[in-house]
């Protein structure tokens, strides 16, 4: 995911609300908050190929838990992509239009092209085996490959904020972005249309309340804890109430793609919403005394996110090669730890070597 998180140290006002400075440091809740994120993002998906290679076909719950991920970590990297967009569109909406295409589109378009040639190569050793290798790269300008799709639906979402300019915060386009979810539940779109449509109104929750989240006042952050502590209750029971109640076994869709449609409909819109407030109070209680190794996997989410298929779909394939009937339980906290460390590494020897943007990591 592409960095919303730094300093600018600028003032401005949005349709005449009141002024505010953003912070010089970064906000270490968003942070954490990207760090939880991007952990349930690499568990989804070694979840799903591990539900799509069919292993361990006695562990019932994989489906259930693999269904409760799919409600809300989507939405909630929706929502914090659209915290920072306000302050940035209206404060330099030059840079903002420039990252538009070196930290979303360039990113979306190298490491999707890569993930396609590694899928192209590996042939049937992989859970979906590619098509012929130009249209697989021809299909990238409309359907995006596996995870890539968020880059490109944010490709979009970041361009209509732009055009908006200084409406981008009001409630007009809020309203615009949460009537594109609520409408797409009555027909099926092709392509990134579907969960472009889909994401739009936690991405519009972001942007519009962007600008009150991130106030430094203490009444801001007290007005945020009292609203948010009955939603952080009720939240965990909102969201695996629902996963369960659809987890009967020899009901659940047998691939996991399946699943995660079923979990993004609009249905699920308020148990997305309540785990996610839910989190966003965790991490104000946390604050500084988060785990630094969870912010920093915050501040690395993009190389994580490009590169963490790659290292996983490899990971399992050797070792579903090496012992079929390997644990589920340690084959998953195994496939996740590879997901999470080997791009951190990437990313420091990026970093070394001077490659970080070339690559589009920053």
């Known amino acids: 995911m592409p960095s919303e998180n730094g300093a600018s ?39 799903g190929g591990l539900i799509d290679a069919e292993a361990a076909p006695g562990s019932t719950w994989l489906r259930p838990v693999f269904a409760a991920i799919y409600i809300f970590h989507m939405p909630l990297f929706f929502f914090l992509t659209g915290l920072f967009v306000a302050r940035r569109v209206v404060g330099n909406p030059g840079r903002f239009r420039q990252q538009l295409f070196t930290q979303v589109a360039w990113p979306y378009f190298l490491w999707g092209g890569i993930q396609i040639i590694a899928i192209y190569l590996a042939g049937t050793m992989v859970n979906h085996p590619s098509g012929p290798l130009a249209l697989a790269f021809l299909q990238m300008f409309h359907a995006p490959p596996s995870q890539f799709w968020f880059l490109y639906a944010l490709f979009f979402l970041h361009g209509l904020s732009l055009l908006m300019g200084r409406n981008a915060a009001s409630p007009f386009y809020f309203l615009l972005l949460l009537a594109a979810g609520s409408i797409i539940e009555q027909q099926r779109l092709p392509g990134i249309l579907q969960p472009l449509f889909q994401m739009a109104p936690f991405y519009g929750l972001g942007v519009f309340f962007g600008p009150l989240l991130l106030a430094r006042a203490e009444w801001v952050r007290a007005r945020i804890a009292l609203l948010t502590i009955p939603l952080a209750c009720a939240a965990g029971a909102v969201t695996m109430a629902y996963s369960i109640d659809l987890g009967v076994p020899g009901e659940w869709p047998e691939k996991a793609a399946f699943i995660a449609a079923d979990m993004w409909g609009f249905e699920n819109f308020y148990a997305a919403i309540t785990i996610s407030a839910a989190l ?24 994580i996110f490009v590169m963490h298929i790659l290292f996983i779909a490899s990971t399992r394939i050797f070792l579903l090669k090496f012992d079929p009937t390997m644990p589920i339980y340690f084959l998953l906290p195994l496939l996740c730890a ?3 460390v080997m791009p951190l590494v990437a990313a420091v020897f990026a970093d070394r070597l001077g490659l970080s943007k070339w690559v589009g990591f920053r």
């Not at 906000?27 to 070694?46: F, N, R, T, Y």
């Not at 966003?280 to 989410?301: D, E, K, M």
């Open 9 to 47: 140290g600028i003032q401005y006002s949005v349709r005449g609300k009141a002024r505010f400075s953003t912070d010089v440091a970064r906000v270490g809740w968003v942070d954490s908050l990207k760090g939880i994120g991007i952990l349930l993002v690499v568990l989804g998906h070694a979840l």
């Open 280 to 303: 966003i109070y965790l991490t104000h209680l946390l604050g500084s005394g988060a785990p630094r190794w969870l912010v920093y996997c915050g501040r690395q989410t993009m190389p």
């Open 338 to 340: 590879v997901g999470i």
